[in-house]
């Protein structure tokens, strides 16, 4: 690095490298403070992609961050900074301009579990986080949407309000208080950003409380109470986050930026879609994206001077001053930029991937290579060689009825089909159902067929893998399983299973040149559908003639060959292009022009795979990209949409099943308002969190299939989790003295919907405090009742006990704790262990026990 600049050197092992600027001087911001911005000041943070399988070659991002209260000298200084760097890292660098509260994806993505604001500047701080440190009250307001922002805040209950976590600090406690309006999946993540400024500015040391109720939560409230006084009127609902919904990113404008003479012109070339030849090397473009977010391309053969004037020009065109910029140099495009054009090549990898896909499946697939190489398998679209078991079902009314298993590859364009396909993955049953929809199906067929999938769900537990498929627009999979020889007439079949009445005289396009990628569709009966690309079965009412467009290939024809027999069980007779009898002409109607060109090479887009959460419910589709995604950002509660390109797959966590009408809507909408003009025919599949195939996995760098096993969710470990609360009279002293230093070392827990999690200071692994303990002493919460709860001496019969109501209880029962009151020996016998054992395991263990023995 050039050291005469002021430019620091960067560490190669680092991903990511983070800078504030500090008296006109880049100052490495050390990696436990990443993720705190100080308002007052401006950052550089540069991040590079390391082993990204789903992003091969992915270009450096360099962000520039702009806090609201920063000033003038500051941001001209990074700014400075930020061209130096960008000049001395060299190509393949992607320059980002972030403005504090409006952060693009991509610069949120480099920070988990959030981003947290701070006031003021650094200066006054004297550290940019300093550990250990406990003389500190602060109020964060948490806004948990798949992107984590905590916002310092005013010290008051006027700060507070429904739909937002806040988060006081007290330095050795930290109270989430969760908004009654915040959904699970909010609360937990939440929770993953106060542990993680446990961890980062605590040294694991403080103690954290939840406030999930406050009526519950007493012991909290009073602390919250001795810290913000008492909360006078009721809480208001919260200003809603802006969001940017999918209609709005559609709209997509290119500007020409050039010169004139003298003068820099800039001039509305294109909307969308977009083509990238619209865009010449020797010139600069401004692409707006509904005015949310600004592109500038630089063609290679640009000046420095027609760069930096783009870039102005930008900056100039009446935006909003926190309007996300970013920069990109031909040939080292972001995935994002790359899609808002209908097709995208790139030199680099031209097609480099799936150049070889045609050898790979011209020879028999290896099953046990695909499931060892997920990526394999997703490249190809392959969970296996197609060999495993078929069902296939059509719709009539609203049942599905059996395909004659004799010709399962046989389809109608007019109904809808059920095709079930079973395969073994490492010794283990997985599923695929495809619902295939016909070009001519009606709509009442189309939701029956949603109707039909759905209790085939419910009968395999929610285990397929859904795929929906439209006619013509079938995956490599769907044509393997049926080898080749799948074949879709027009018109209907009836409740019989057979096809209404034939013509005469019928034409079929056969298309392919394995069994992994071959399909013949009914055509009309005319000259003008013929192509001199593929070959075409012309079934009369005494022959059959083998159609062989010039342009074929010898492995198009022997395809052809075996599908004949699928067709026509009439003699046979090959007709090369150009040698047709005058029969053949007569039997379509006579000659007619028909594309006789050469076919292009399918052209194979160089999109990277892309991930989204999806959220809809008041409103709109909106979508939060993860960028550099993993198997971390999938979570119970998420819808999340992956972009392959050639598919869309939709994952649905564990509590989220029941959206899959929801989630398929999506997906649909997210092609129909894509900016590039997606096909609206793309397979969409759904995945259920613990049943994911291949073709899905093997986008994710690493990919654990044990992750969710025995995990438990945020309810779980509220619900079954008690911990130690320091004394409150002692608490509330030092919170009025503002000396947060000395904190009691023992404490029974309070109320069930109170829970801490106590750090080990020799550790940085937190676990739950265990409790409550046989004899503990008295309880913290114990001096917020008026008066204390009625006791039992002695033991009762398990029959008092087990599966009673509370109201069936004996008086002086506590109903939270009824395995208490059992003998040691009954004890012994029902738990199979003793007290001081069941005692010693984690509360959500002692839970799930008392559930299953009738205790809870």
């Known amino acids: 690095m050039d050291s005469s600049r002021g430019l620091p050197a960067i560490e190669s092992h680092r991903d990511l490298h983070v800078w504030i600027i500090e008296n006109l001087k880049m100052v490495l911001v050390p990696e436990?403070?990443?993720?705190?911005?100080?308002?007052?000041?401006?950052?550089?943070?540069?991040?590079?992609?390391?082993?990204?399988?789903?992003?091969?070659?992915?270009?450096?991002?360099?962000?520039?961050?702009?806090?609201?209260?920063?000033?003038?000298?500051?941001?001209?200084?990074?700014?400075?900074?930020?061209?130096?760097?960008?000049?001395?890292?060299?190509?393949?660098?992607?320059?980002?301009?972030?403005?504090?509260?409006?952060?693009?994806?991509?610069?949120?993505?480099?920070?988990?579990?959030?981003?947290?604001?701070?006031?003021?500047?650094?200066?006054?701080?004297?550290?940019?986080?300093?550990?250990?440190?406990?003389?500190?009250?602060?109020?964060?307001?948490?806004?948990?949407?798949?992107?984590?922002?905590?916002?310092?805040?005013?010290?008051?209950?006027?700060?507070?309000?429904?739909?937002?976590?806040?988060?006081?600090?007290?330095?050795?406690?930290?109270?989430?208080?969760?908004?009654?309006?915040?959904?699970?999946?909010?609360?937990?993540?939440?929770?993953?950003l106060t542990r993680s400024l446990q961890n980062r500015e605590r040294g694991g040391r403080a103690q954290i409380g939840v406030v999930d109720d406050e009526t519950e939560a007493s012991d909290l409230m009073q602390i919250m109470k001795a810290v913000l006084g008492c909360r006078a009127g009721n809480l208001h609902a919260a200003m809603p986050s802006e969001s940017i919904d999918q209609l709005q990113k559609a709209n997509v404008r290119l500007y020409h930026v050039y010169e004139k003479g003298k003068d820099l012109v800039i001039q509305e070339l294109s909307t969308c879609p977009l083509t990238q030849d619209l865009l010449r090397e020797e010139d600069c473009y401004i692409l707006d994206q509904g005015g949310f977010k600004i592109y500038v391309w630089h063609g290679r053969m640009t000046s420095l001077q027609e760069k930096k004037a783009a870039f102005s020009r930008a900056l100039a065109k009446g935006y909003p001053s926190y309007t996300s910029v970013e920069v990109v140099d031909d040939g080292a495009e972001?995935?994002?930029?790359?899609?808002?054009?209908?097709?995208?090549?790139?030199?680099?990898?031209?097609?480099?991937?799936?150049?070889?896909?045609g050898k790979l499946l011209q020879v028999k697939l290896d099953v046990g290579r695909l499931h060892s190489q997920p990526e394999l398998a997703a490249q190809l679209r392959m969970v296996d060689d197609g060999s495993g078991k078929v069902e296939v079902w059509y719709i009539q009314g609203l049942r599905r009825q059996p395909v004659d298993p004799k010709h399962p590859g046989q389809l109608y364009a007019g109904n809808c089909y059920l095709v079930l396909y079973t395969y073994q993955k490492m010794g283990l049953i997985q599923y695929i159902l495809y619902l295939w929809q016909g070009c001519q199906a009606t709509t009442h067929d189309i939701k029956a067929l949603q109707g039909n999938a759905e209790e085939l769900d419910l009968q395999y537990r929610g285990a397929l893998v859904q795929a929906h498929v439209t006619m013509g627009s079938e995956p490599p999979h769907f044509l393997a399983i049926f080898q080749g020889q799948l074949v879709v007439f027009q018109g209907s079949a009836e409740h019989n299973g057979k096809g209404q009445p034939a013509s005469a005289t019928r034409l079929f396009h056969t298309q392919g040149t394995d069994s992994y990628n071959t399909r013949t569709l009914e055509v009309p009966a005319r000259a003008s559908a013929l192509n001199s690309n593929d070959v075409f079965l012309l079934v009369t009412a005494g022959l059959c003639y083998l159609w062989f467009g010039k342009a074929c290939s010898g492995d198009q024809r022997e395809m052809a060959r075996t599908v004949v027999t699928v067709i026509s069980r009439k003699d046979k007779e090959m007709v090369l292009e150009g040698q047709e009898p005058s029969h053949f002409w007569e039997a379509l109607g006579g000659r007619a022009p028909y594309p006789s060109n050469k076919r292009l090479p399918e052209d194979v887009s160089n999109f990277q795979p892309r991930l989204f959460e999806c959220s809809g419910q008041t409103g709109p589709l909106v979508l939060t990209e993860v960028v550099f995604f993993s198997q971390e950002d999938l979570d119970k509660y998420d819808v999340m949409l992956l972009d392959t390109w050639q598919e869309i797959f939709l994952w649905l966590g564990a509590a989220a099943r029941e959206r899959t009408q929801e989630a398929v809507a999506w997906g649909r909408e997210y092609l129909k308002t894509h900016p590039a003009g997606r096909s609206l025919a793309t397979p969409i599949v759904l995945v259920m969190q613990g049943h994911e195939p291949p073709t899905f996995t093997g986008w994710f760098h690493t990919w654990d299939p044990y992750k969710w096993t025995n995990n438990e969710s945020y309810e779980e470990v509220v619900e079954g989790s008690l911990g130690a609360v320091p004394a409150i009279s002692e608490i509330t002293a030092e919170v009025n003295n503002f000396q947060l230093s000395r904190w009691p070392a023992h404490g029974r827990a309070g109320p069930p919907a109170l829970w801490a999690l106590r750090g080990s200071e020799d550790s940085s692994e937190n676990e739950l405090e265990l409790g409550p303990k046989a004899g503990g002493g008295k309880s913290a919460s114990s001096s917020c009742h008026s008066s204390p709860r009625p006791t039992v001496r002695g033991s009762l019969p398990r029959e008092q006990l087990m599966h009673q109501a509370a109201e069936d209880l004996p008086e002086g029962v506590d109903p939270a704790h009824k395995e208490s009151y059992l003998s040691d020996s009954d004890f012994q016998d029902v738990f199979g262990k003793s007290k001081k054992e069941f005692y010693s395991m984690a509360k959500w263990r002692q839970q799930r026990e008392k559930k299953q023995l009738g205790f809870f």
Not at 122 to 138: D, G, M
Not at 339 to 354: D, P, T
Request: hydrophobic residues 40%.
């Open 32 to 192: 436990r403070a990443h993720g705190s911005f100080f308002e007052e000041h401006c950052y550089i943070v540069l991040h590079v992609p390391q082993n990204l399988k789903a992003t091969p070659g992915a270009p450096k991002d360099l962000h520039y961050w702009v806090g609201k209260e920063a000033g003038a000298e500051a941001q001209g200084a990074a700014g400075s900074f930020m061209q130096h760097l960008r000049e001395a890292l060299g190509g393949a660098t992607v320059q980002h301009r972030e403005a504090q509260g409006h952060e693009s994806a991509c610069f949120r993505s480099c920070f988990r579990p959030g981003i947290v604001y701070r006031k003021g500047g650094l200066a006054s701080a004297l550290k940019h986080v300093e550990t250990n440190v406990y003389n500190i009250q602060r109020l964060l307001r948490v806004r948990a949407g798949k992107h984590v922002s905590a916002t310092e805040v005013e010290l008051s209950w006027h700060s507070f309000n429904k739909s937002d976590i806040f988060l006081l600090d007290l330095g050795k406690m930290l109270i989430q208080w969760n908004g009654p309006k915040t959904s699970a999946a909010e609360k937990a993540r939440g929770l993953a």
């Open 334 to 357: 972001s995935a994002a930029f790359k899609q808002l054009f209908r097709s995208w090549s790139g030199e680099q990898r031209k097609n480099k991937n799936l150049r070889g896909l």
